[in-house]
């Protein structure tokens, strides 16, 4: 709101009260929606890791974000039912099933409350009837209108001016509206599948800016600490919610708005037509794992711009197998106990650059730097047992924080298959740069765990002896 950094000051001392807008299910989430919940779960982590009592929410959209994101056009929900040709509820049942399984896999933190729109339209009344009560609202039939003229910080939020908006084309004129700016609360439409006769009317549903207010009010109270979405939400999304919730209560909303950029597919926007609107699943099916994408998102500052192509999804899961082997070796230099007692600052500046980096606007591009440089340090001067222990304890917090790593596999040679692969692209970095002592160490700890390599002439192939 203020479009500079501010020092976070919780509005309670010691906890956090957080809501992201989350996903309308109407179809599997994309990568580009996981990119702002990946952002979501990051503060998540960052505030769980600060000792803060934290309550997260994030909502599922289940009626009334209609097509154009404004108020025209047919209910996103609707649409795709009829093109599946399955009722809306079941699609709702089978898409959200579809988002807590894709979240599980990106090791994303639970959230406490995930509020699905249609179980809170008693809410959303109210908190419309307020908006009427308070003259911020008027009703014509069945429809009611916030008045954007009646709220006299409207546009503070996205930088819009309201004569702007009104001489702007986007904008269809609608004969029931006071101004062309005005926004939809409640609609009436009796071929709306999803609907609830109410005070406005029978056949009513919500307008999708409500629901958001409502449910945030509902878990979070009237004013709470921090409110996210990707950048498009910003207008109208986050802009309405603002005028609706502050119009109702009198009370300022939200403290802290913060928006992830967009991700970009091939450098541009995803869609349909390209074939580009990639899910998880196209991701394993080229065989990456979840995890390499958590990763390429981490590796970029949520509000910086991020391209997904192939060879960038490749490279983070190069970078992070990188991660996921050094850790391996300080854990096993930790319990082998092997070299010197002593310790140094070493893995304290790693820290202090990552820490640094983090409070500043969450920047993990420049916190991930600090990792990478620590573990290139070690690779190349090796490593004393205390030393290991400290990395092993920093890598812990870096891996709270980020979630990259997964349960270790072991297998009864010791390494799993990945962390054999993980070695091996390690081996072959280290021979390329020149760095005999340590591919010969890497191809001692492989032989040690009864694998062979076999190095051709189309790469190196490996068997369990
Ligand atoms: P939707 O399912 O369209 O309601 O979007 C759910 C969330 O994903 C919203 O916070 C959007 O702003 C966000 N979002 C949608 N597309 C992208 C994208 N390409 N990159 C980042 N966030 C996105
Ligand atoms: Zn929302």
């Excluded at 119009?247 to 939200?254: E, H, K, Q, Y």
């Excluded at 004393?384 to 297998?411: I, M, Y």
């Amino acid at each position: 709101m203020s479009r500079s950094l501010e020092t976070f000051e919780p509005i309670e001392k010691g906890s956090v009260r957080m809501y992201h807008c989350g996903p309308t299910v109407y179809q599997r989430p994309h990568i580009g929606n996981y990119r702002a919940f990946l952002f979501a779960d990051l503060l998540r982590r960052l505030f769980d890791q600060l000792g803060f009592d934290v309550i997260q929410v994030m909502n599922l959209t289940d009626v009334g974000h209609l097509v154009d994101d404004a108020d025209d056009g047919e209910d996103k929900l609707e649409v795709q039912a009829r093109k599946d040709q399955v009722d809306p509820w079941k699609l709702v049942e089978q898409v959200s099933e579809q988002f807590f399984t894709d979240l599980k896999a990106l090791h994303v933190r639970p959230a406490h409350h995930y509020p699905r729109a249609t179980d809170h339209i008693p809410e959303m009344i109210q908190v419309v009837q307020k908006l009427l009560e308070h003259e911020h609202a008027y009703q014509v039939g069945g429809n009611v209108y916030f008045d954007v003229h009646s709220f006299e910080k409207y546009g503070a939020l996205s930088g819009n001016r309201i004569e702007d908006l009104e001489a702007g084309a986007r904008l269809e004129v609608n004969d029931e509206k006071r101004h062309p700016a005005d926004f939809a609360l409640w609609k009436s439409d009796p071929k709306h599948i999803m609907k609830w006769e109410s005070c406005f009317g029978p056949d009513g549903f919500p307008g999708w800016h409500v629901e958001c207010s409502a449910m945030a009010m509902k878990y979070l109270g009237e004013s709470f600490d921090i409110h996210t979405g990707g950048e498009d939400n910003i207008f109208p999304h986050h802009e309405c919610e603002i005028a609706q919730s502050e119009g109702a209560t009198g009370l300022p909303f939200v403290n802290l708005w913060m928006h992830t950029r967009f991700l970009r597919v091939d450098g541009g926007k995803m869609s349909k037509s390209l074939g580009n609107v990639y899910s998880l699943d196209d991701l394993v099916e080229k065989g990456f794992e979840v995890l390499d994408f958590r990763f390429l998102v981490l590796k970029a500052h949520y509000r910086g711009s991020l391209n997904f192509t192939w060879d960038a999804l490749q490279s983070a899961a190069e970078g992070r197998k990188g991660l996921m082997d050094f850790r391996r070796r300080l854990e096993a230099a930790c319990t082998q106990g092997k070299g010197g007692e002593e310790g140094s600052d070493i893995v304290d500046k790693a820290r202090e650059e990552f820490q640094l980096a983090i409070a500043e606007d969450l920047n993990t591009s420049a916190a991930l730097a600090s990792v990478f440089d620590l573990r290139n340090h070690f690779l190349k001067r090796g490593l004393s047992f205390a030393e290991a222990k400290q990395a092993l304890a920093f890598f812990n917090e870096v891996d709270d924080l980020f979630g990259l790593f997964p349960e270790a596999v072991e297998t009864s040679s010791g390494l799993s298959d990945e962390e054999v692969e993980a070695l091996i692209v390690a081996r072959t970095q280290a021979r390329s740069d020149k760095e005999w002592a340590l591919a010969d160490e890497i191809r001692d700890q492989l032989a040690e765990a009864k694998i062979v390599l076999e190095d051709g002439a189309d790469g190196v192939r490996w068997h369990r002896s």
